[in-house]
């Protein structure tokens, strides 16, 4: 499954990149609220709460916004992109209700599966709104809470929102920031340097986590958990690199302004992000009995082709091609030593494994 984005006919000042606060602070607010995804940041989430314990409470009310499903809210909707989080704080206070509602009631219910009514229809005691919650009860009992209280008052929503985000800046966002922009900035600026360069697919395969070329025309596929074809044109592409958001890679089409992509910045996510390719050959590598106990055997030291075939009293073909499987799947490092090749398990990537799962799977 993945995502394709079609960047044929972009012009040079259709290629934007550069790093967004609110982003960013929804992507530590995901943090905070699915730890389990993050284990690389359990420090940083278990000083971000201390700082402020009594926000745990609010934090649950809205964290439909920025769990699975991140709001479109979040992300850059006008160009060029805002200075500092407090300017893109006052776009989102000077939203008008339907406008607030067009962007934030998608995020409430968490899916785009199925199309939204359109945002004036969406109002308390309409049969639209009324539809709406329901939808949202279904998915979850907060999402249900949330988008009642939005169809309710969404002005006081949004205004309940915007002093929920100010209250994590001062507690922990403010300080995060100061250390992450500079590095932040430093990446996009390199980025930006390479979209002047190169035609864009080359840069977004390169640039983007288990991001490849695929043809016809400027064509790039995104390994994720869903599957989409994205025409940019005649939008704008707006690339937000991010320190927190790995190992989630998010494609924000809904907004007609502009496709938004946030991606983990080069240095800020542990490396070699296996693609679904991958993780499917190892995972599949060790379903099978016979691989699985030969595997058992090469977890000492290097050992032959030949003495692990009288190990498992195989022949030598047979157990060629199980370690042929292992090390097409990095599973099994083979080395030579004069004549002889000796195999030992890549234990490094064994252990690695569990990670690399829920890495993928949440991407």
Known sequence: MSIVLDVGGLSATDLVAGPSALSELMASLHVLAEPEHHPEATGWAARAVAARPGLRDELSVFAPLWVRFRCRLFFPRTLPLAASLDEELAGIAALS???FVELVAPGVLGTLVQPMP????????????????????????ARGELARLLMAAPTDTRDRLLALLRAADTAFFAADWRALRPGLEHHAREVRRRLAAWPPADVLAE????????????????DKL??????VAPRSLVLVPSTRVWPHLTVKKEHSS????????????????????DLHDRLLALGS????????HLLGEPITTSELAVRLGSSEPQVSRALRTLRDAGLVRSTRDGKLVRHRLATDVIRRLGDDVLATVTR
């Open 289 to 296: 009995p016979t691989r699985m106990e030969l595997c058992r």
């Open 97 to 99: 209700a339907e406008e």
């Open 118 to 141: 359109p945002a004036r229809e969406l109002r308390q005691g309409t049969a639209a709104a009324e539809e709406y919650v329901r939808r949202c009860v279904r998915r979850s009992y």
């Open 207 to 222: 640039l983007l986590p288990t991001a490849d070329r695929v043809g016809p025309g400027e064509r790039v596929r995104l």
């Open 258 to 277: 502009c496709v938004v992509v946030q991606y983990a910045a080069r240095g800020t996510a542990p490396a070699g992000a296996l693609s679904l390719r």
């Open 226 to 231: 869903q599957i989409d074809e994205v025409k």
